[in-house]
């Protein structure tokens, strides 16, 4: 590739001029939200090998997701699968061409935040 001389100039779009946007601030989320629902499930799987491992071994692993930092945990994880499904909603409205308006998007992108919170505290008030 060659060498272009492109002086002092930023790169486009440069974290000095570029302003976030809610659209790409939720797709930003949405890879978090599926990243971080791994962690969750390693949790619940090691819980379950220690089931059927030892009562000490599950003794422990109870101990650590029953804890203040498992339920945490839980807690963000419940918010991220509720959230990472209303974004996959979202884009498979996006899919059919509709609501590619940017004032649209942008409700679409509210509509999952808020709706995912709104979800994640029914889901525990429920459960």
């Known amino acids: 590739m060659a060498d272009v ?3 002092d100039r930023p790169l486009s ?4 001029i570029y302003r976030p946007q809610l659209t790409s601030i939720t797709s930003i989320l949405t890879r978090i939200t599926g990243n971080a629902m791994i962690v969750a499930m390693l949790l619940i799987v090691w819980w379950f090998a220690a089931a059927a491992t ?3 071994a599950f003794s422990w692993a109870n101990a650590v997701i029953t804890s203040w930092f498992g339920d945490l945990v839980m807690l963000l994880s419940l918010w991220a699968l509720w ?3 209303l974004a996959g909603i979202r884009h498979l409205i996006w899919d059919t ?4 308006e940017i004032g649209r998007a942008e409700m679409l992108g509210w509509i999952c935040v808020g709706g995912s919170v709104l979800l994640t505290i029914l889901t525990v008030i429920i459960i």
């Open 5 to 7: 001389d492109r002086g």
């Open 83 to 85: 959230y990472h499904t």
């Open 13 to 16: 779009p440069h974290i000095a």
């Open 54 to 56: 030892s009562p000490e």
């Open 97 to 100: 061409g509709s609501m590619l």
